[in-house]
């Protein structure tokens, strides 16, 4: 039995509310061990406990920062650069394929530290505004 229009209308209202639910959490608390979001909007990232900036090219997503979207790579031994995950073209949030930025929606490409690579976009990705002092890498 196929489902009818108010049937439909709810279950896709309720995935959608549970996926919201689910990003709003995941904002407006630590996203892990080693993230702080401050009350400024500011997050703050103690990168000795991010498996993910153990490595050159190991990337931490922090959700949003100040309502952008925003990813830390680690550059070097001791460098950092935070993202602005929003494609230059059309805006739409860029994903991490493992290796570089892809736009899902028109294919633009950036490597891992913003850089451009083709597509549309025509230039790289924003920095966000990211300090480094004590181990500690201070976003937005």
């Not at 400024?40 to 190991?58: C, K, R």
Request: aromatic residues 4%.
């Amino acid at each position: 039995m196929e489902p009818n229009r108010r049937q439909f209308l709810t279950g896709a209202c309720a995935l959608l509310g549970a996926g919201l639910g689910a990003a709003l959490l995941a904002d407006s608390a630590d996203a892990a061990t080693g993230i702080k979001r401050k009350k400024n909007g500011q997050v703050e990232v103690t990168v000795a406990q991010i498996p993910g900036l153990q490595n050159i090219n190991g990337v931490v997503n922090l959700g949003t920062v100040k309502g952008v979207p925003t990813a830390v790579v680690r550059t070097g031994a001791s460098t950092y650069t935070a993202l602005n995950l929003r494609c230059p073209h059309a805006g739409v949030t860029v994903r991490d394929t493992g290796t570089q930025w892809l736009c899902p929606a028109h294919g633009s490409q950036f490597a891992l530290d913003g850089a451009f690579i083709s597509g549309p976009a025509g230039r790289a990705l924003t920095p966000v505004s990211a300090r480094l002092s004590r181990g500690i890498l201070t976003v937005g």
